[in-house]
């Protein structure tokens, strides 16, 4: 199993909702990742967490709130969010930082309105 | 600190031609060196990386990749285009030491033409 599984895929929220977005692994990987991906960027790291820790926040705002459950699962909570965090939220697991490669989720796609 | 560039946002290749994508890296070690692939509304998939070894580095679906570090240089190649080659292209680059922390390049859009 090499799958990295996303749900929803799709989310529309309100700026006064409060949402979770969820990502699972079942590969035995204790590196996970939150990406941001604007249409026709680059993804952009937001959260790692290493052995279910949090290692690097890439200075995200606090409406966003990333939890590392166990070692399978990662949530990443929105609250209150604006317009403008519309993307294509990635999760991503490898079997630790850096070295090894990421096995991708297909993304979630958000919508702020 | 890191980074990456990739020459070109847009590469147009007839199917049958040859697949050149090109990838530049700046890193203070020594480097560790991924493509990967992104269609549509998916995630990304890993094509091939280059940790230490063999330069010339094959990976999925016929694309490889050499390492140059003379040249810094790591540039993807695919000897003859597939219609399912067309697709978003992203090289990234990972520093050996401390924590890590992947960067991708800005990506190169693949468009193949019958």
Redesign the interface.
């Known amino acids: 199993d090499t799958e990295?599984t996303?749900t929803p895929k799709h989310l529309v929220m309100g700026m006064t909702n409060k949402k979770s977005l969820k990502c699972e692994q079942h590969m035995g990987h204790r590196a996970m990742y939150w990406y941001k991906q604007k249409a026709?960027?680059?993804?952009e790291?937001m959260f790692?967490y290493s052995y279910e820790k949090l290692?690097?926040n890439e200075s995200v705002p606090s409406r966003f709130s990333p939890e590392c459950p166990n070692s399978s699962l990662l949530n990443l909570h929105l609250h209150a969010l604006q317009p403008e965090d519309s993307a294509?939220y990635?999760c991503?697991s490898s079997e630790r930082?850096?070295?090894s490669?990421?096995?991708?989720?297909?993304?979630t796609?958000l919508t702020v309105v | 600190a890191q980074s990456v560039t990739q020459l070109g946002s847009h590469v147009s290749v007839s199917e049958g031609a040859l697949v050149l994508l090109r990838c530049n890296y700046s890193s203070s070690v020594p480097p560790?060196l991924?493509w990967?692939v992104q269609y549509p509304?998916?995630?990304?998939?890993?094509l091939l990386?280059y940790?230490t070894g063999a330069t010339l580095v094959k990976g999925i679906n016929g694309f490889e990749a050499e390492f140059k570090k003379s040249e810094t240089s790591f540039h993807l190649t695919k000897p003859s285009a597939h219609m399912s080659d067309a697709a978003e292209y992203?090289c990234a680059v990972?520093?050996?030491g401390g924590?890590?922390?992947?960067t991708?390049?800005?990506?190169t859009k693949l468009q193949v033409i019958p």
């Not at chain 1, 026709?40 to 993804?43: D, V």
């Open positions: 990295v996303q026709k960027k680059p993804p790291l790692v290692s690097i294509l990635l991503a930082t850096g070295v490669e990421a096995f991708f989720g297909q993304g796609r | 560790y991924f990967y509304n998916q995630g990304l998939q890993l990386k940790t992203f990972s520093d050996s924590y890590q922390k992947v991708f390049g800005t990506g």
